[in-house]
């Protein structure tokens, strides 16, 4: 079974699937841009991204625990959540 039959809600359309990964990845590179050009929207941006990453690392750990069992990208999600806590901490100055 594939990951986009594993979903809580049953199988996510592949549509779907590329657009919201196409737009994570743009979203990514555009901050990176912004970041690299030190424009004023970087900061907002990596907030943003930060936030978001964190939310899908607490949803995918909490699938987890609701289910009692692995779920796709459980594990990385632990990874994910440690580095979005490390970007957030940087963005508020303490790390």
Given at each position: ?95
């Amino acid at each position: 079974m594939g990951f986009r039959e594993r979903l809580p809600t049953g199988e996510m359309p592949l549509p779907l699937f590329v657009g919201i990964n196409v737009v994570v990845y743009a979203f990514c590179f555009a901050t990176l841009l912004l970041s690299l050009r030190d424009g004023e929207l970087a900061t907002p941006f990596a907030w943003i991204f930060a936030t978001a990453m964190a939310l899908n690392g607490l949803g995918h750990v909490g699938i987890m625990v609701v289910r009692r069992r692995h779920f796709p990208g459980g594990w990385t999600a632990f990874l994910l959540l440690a580095l979005s806590a490390i970007l957030i901490l940087r963005l508020l100055g303490l790390g």
